[in-house]
């Protein structure tokens, strides 16, 4: 039995994520798994509302899971920042979900604006360390608001949190066991200190993975291959700043916000995962919103969770659906609406 908590959220989430769930009864009955679910109001709505981001026992209250299935958070009405660090970031760093997990998979039928560029092309994974790195905290601001401010913002690389970083992607590269190929992400010409740590960690943890082979490239090297030769990567590994931003570059690739998933991963606990596009709110109710993301979230969840038969069988489905069936991967564009998206995916699934 999965134990599941559900954060529908702000905007637009709830939405989505109600057609994962749709898709999730009709895979668990496809493939015979058991799961019970549990929601949850944190969000925008909830903070207006009482003033409290998360309760103080939240982490606690998430590790009881096996995992969390998480909408979006942003809400037009609430600060931007308030809800992202005081519920995101909460959780990420309370949950030690120390892995960002981010497929940039083009499926079938999907638009990329790289040219002459195709599914077999953009197929790889990158692995952001998530929890250390610029996103600390650590800093602070000197003489603010006055012409001699200053202001520092410090990235902390620790060994421990390096090393569990690497050794989880070389773990998952091993078994995508595709090219079999990790490329560490960094800039060792110019942040000597963090990332000559980084280089180091990398290529003595590779000493235990003699099957897997090494490859380095600096980060605006990454960005340019990843636009000119994406058919290069097979798994990506870097910290968390400049996993950040070329995540968002690869969801671009794969066709955008719309069809981009990802995964906050504790490999020894609760995992929270999520599409990537915001709670895009000035759709909420209207029926528009693509839900493909959510759904891959969904799909990456089932992996996470050891049911693998119905995570390839969602995979299919979404497959099936943007190569067969949808215009569009934009909101109202898509020649569908959510739920017959979600009825789409499903139906795929139970007929698989």
């Not at 200053?150 to 620790?158: F, G, L, P, R, Y």
């Amino acid at each position: 039995m999965h134990k599941i908590a559900v954060l529908g959220g702000d905007g637009t989430g709830p939405e989505v994520v109600a057609e994962g769930l749709k898709v999730l009864k009709v895979a668990s009955e496809k493939t015979g798994f058991s799961y019970e679910v549990t929601p949850y109001d944190w969000g925008g709505d909830r903070y207006l509302r009482t003033g409290e981001v998360l309760p103080e026992n939240a982490c606690e209250e998430m590790s009881k899971y096996d995992a969390i299935y998480l909408g979006a958070i942003g809400h037009p009405d609430v600060k931007p920042g308030i809800l992202e660090k005081g519920i995101l970031l909460a959780l990420r760093f309370g949950l030690d979900q120390y892995i960002n997990l981010r497929p940039v998979k083009l499926y079938p039928g999907v638009e990329t604006p790289l040219k002459d560029k195709g599914p077999a092309d953009i197929d790889y994974v990158v692995v952001r360390e998530n929890t250390e790195g610029l996103y600390a905290g650590a800093g602070g601001v000197l003489k603010k608001g006055t012409l001699d401010e200053v202001a520092v913002q410090e990235s902390i690389n620790t060994r421990k949190g390096v090393e569990r970083c690497i050794r989880f992607a070389f773990e998952y590269c091993r078994k995508r066991d595709r090219r079999k190929t990790l490329t560490l992400c960094g800039k060792t010409n110019v942040l000597t200190f963090a990332f000559d740590l980084w280089e180091r960690t990398f290529y003595e943890v590779a000493k235990d993975y003699p099957d897997i082979k090494t490859d380095y490239a600096h980060v605006d090297a990454t960005t340019m291959w990843m636009v000119k030769n994406p058919e290069w990567f097979d798994v990506i590994v870097t910290d968390n700043m400049f996993g950040d931003i070329i995540t968002d570059l690869g969801a671009m690739t794969q066709g955008g916000m719309g069809i981009a998933a990802g995964g906050n991963i504790n490999p020894n606990g609760v995992s929270m995962f999520e599409p990537i596009g915001g709670s895009a709110p000035k759709y909420t109710g209207m029926n528009v919103i693509n839900p493909l993301a959510a759904i891959g979230a969904l799909q990456m969840m089932l992996e996470t969770l050891g049911e693998a038969k119905a995570a390839d069988l969602v995979d299919k489905a979404v497959a099936h659906v943007t190569g067969s069936k949808l215009k569009s991967m934009s909101a109202g564009k898509m020649g569908y609406s959510t739920t017959e998206v979600g009825d789409l995916v499903a139906e795929y699934v139970a007929n698989a």
